[in-house]
């Protein structure tokens, strides 16, 4: 499965953006997806992420309660709504595609990211 992110930008802190990962391929419902994060000099990290069915969703310590993940078998679709950006959320965000679940060992397609910026 191919997978192009969309959405990132420049935010006030405080403010909200939606992150967008659109997939190719008629077996996108077959996939858990996630969100990873990279920010400059640190390794990547889990965000949040979502089965198959869309009926379990996990978050990071750091996002749970602002961020929501949520998908869209039928548009081949899943998405991160994230409010009340802090500048600590700064970083490329990275779309992960997983047959089993996801962690960072265990994704099978990435995305090749989008900056989310948040000015304090």
């Known amino acids: 499965v191919q997978l192009v992110e969309s959405g990132g930008g420049l935010v006030q802190a405080g403010g909200s953006l939606r992150l967008s990962c659109a997939a190719s391929?008629?077996?996108?419902?077959?996939?858990?997806m996630g969100w990873f994060r990279q920010a400059p000099g640190k390794e990547r990290e889990f965000v949040a992420a979502i089965t198959w069915s869309g009926d379990g969703t996990s978050y990071a310590d750091s996002v749970k309660g602002r961020f929501t993940i949520f998908r869209d078998n039928a548009k081949n679709t899943v998405n991160l709504q994230m409010n009340s950006l802090k500048p600590e959320d700064t970083a490329v965000y990275y779309c992960?595609?997983?047959?089993?679940?996801?962690?960072?060992?265990?994704?099978?397609?990435w995305g090749q990211g989008t900056q989310v910026t948040v000015s304090s």
């Open positions: 391929g008629r077996t996108f419902s077959s996939y858990a």
């Open positions: 992960a595609a997983s047959r089993t679940i996801v962690t960072r060992y265990t994704v099978d397609s």
